[in-house]
């Protein structure tokens, strides 16, 4: 069965540094995209990034575009989402997401989430 496992969660200072992973496995990872979405205290889903299956084309959401990078090592089963120059707003539960396809075209799996927390 599919399973996403996120991790490298924490607190970190604005203008701070955090490296998120995910291990995937139960299916042939670099045949999907792959995504990070992420949720703040109190509000809705919000998309941050894609990957395609190869990692040659990436997306960004406006809000975190310059300042994250998504990446991925399919030798691995890994995603990775670097993120740089944290704001207070980038608080939230990330969660990665297996897509329906090799282009991102919605998700279908979900990880259980790590949380990121930026603050003095």
């Known amino acids: 069965q599919v399973q996403l496992v996120e991790s490298g969660g924490g607190l970190v200072q604005p203008g701070g540094s955090l490296r998120l992973s995910c291990a995937a496995s139960?299916?042939?990872?670099?045949?999907?995209?792959m995504s990070w979405v992420r949720q703040a205290p109190g509000k809705g889903l919000e998309w941050v990034s894609d990957?395609?299956?190869?990692?040659?084309?990436?997306y960004y959401a406006d809000s975190v575009n310059g300042r994250f990078t998504i990446s991925r090592d399919n030798a691995k089963n890994t995603l990775y989402l670097q993120m740089n120059s944290l704001k207070p707003e980038d608080t939230a539960v990330y969660y990665c997401?297996?897509?329906?396809?090799?282009?991102?075209?919605?998700?279908?799996?979900w990880g259980k989430g790590t949380l990121v927390t930026v603050s003095s």
């Open positions: 997401a297996k897509d329906f396809y090799y282009s991102p075209a919605g998700m279908d799996y």
């Open positions: 139960g299916f042939t990872f670099s045949n999907y995209a």
């Open positions: 990957i395609k299956g190869g990692g040659g084309s990436t």
